[in-house]
């Protein structure tokens, strides 16, 4: 896909939805942190419901390792993985307090080197704590990038290098939140809502479904 089609593709995205955000409930860039960690092979809303308990009594790295292993699981068992993930977080708050102040480094080098922290969990914290032109990839932006033939590859780092290239500086800031926007809700993984879909027109896909009119005018 070049460059203008992508441009066109963001510009509708960004008139339906000026200032996208992630689903994520946070107050604080160490809350992102940790629901951002929380969120992997989970849903947002799963996530939103343990730590809207959670953050009441550990909203602090601090305050987290006080709460301890054991005591963190008991807010976030609902949650998949949560055994690990408790270690995880645990280890990443006694870093952060020990290292950094108990402040999330806006740093990928620092972020990356936190237990059960990687790459794309780093991009959103860059992205959405720090305002950092960074795009996320996660299954739904995968899936998007390909289907549409925006970015095509064969794994999440090649989406990544080439959603760099084609999308445009000033579409960077909101383009992980509009891409996995439309993979949660359009552009889902089973059966694409293509008849409702705003890009369909520009979209490469070859079997799209329930395309009755083509999008013009950039509506």
């Known amino acids: 896909m070049d460059e203008k089609t992508c441009r066109t593709i963001f510009a509708r995205w960004r008139e339906a939805n000026p200032d996208p955000r992630t689903e994520l409930v946070y107050h604080s860039s160490f809350e992102l942190l940790i629901a951002v960690?929380?969120?992997?092979?989970?849903?947002?809303?799963?996530?939103?419901?343990?730590?809207?308990?959670?953050?009441?009594?550990?909203?602090?790295?601090?305050?987290?390792?006080?709460?301890?292993?054991?005591g963190l699981k008991r807010y976030i068992k609902t949650i998949g993985l949560f055994n690990s993930k408790a270690k995880h977080i645990i280890e990443t708050c006694a870093i952060l307090s020990d290292r950094f102040g108990g402040e999330v480094p806006a740093d990928r080098q620092a972020l990356e080197s936190l237990p059960?922290?990687?790459?794309?969990?780093?991009?959103?914290?860059l992205n959405t704590a720090f305002g950092m032109p960074t795009i996320a990839v996660d299954t739904h932006i995968f899936r998007v990038a390909n289907r549409t033939g925006m970015a095509p590859g064969k794994d999440v780092r090649a989406v990544e290098s080439r959603l760099m290239q084609v999308v445009p500086d000033e579409f960077k800031q909101g383009a992980h939140h509009w891409l996995i926007l439309h993979g949660r809700y359009v552009c889902t993984a089973r059966r694409p809502h293509c008849?409702?879909?705003?890009?369909?027109?520009?979209?490469?896909?070859?079997?799209?479904?329930?395309?009755?009119q083509t999008v013009s005018g950039g509506k």
Not at 195 to 212: H, W
Request: with cysteine; proline share 2%; aromatic share 4%.
């Open 37 to 70: 960690m929380l969120s992997a092979q989970a849903t947002d809303k799963s996530v939103n419901l343990a730590t809207k308990e959670l953050f009441r009594v550990a909203n602090t790295s601090k305050a987290m390792l006080a709460l301890g292993e054991d």
């Open 195 to 212: 008849g409702e879909c705003l890009i369909r027109d520009l979209c490469e896909y070859p079997d799209k479904i329930g395309v009755e």
């Open 116 to 125: 059960g922290v990687g790459r794309k969990t780093a991009n959103v914290v």
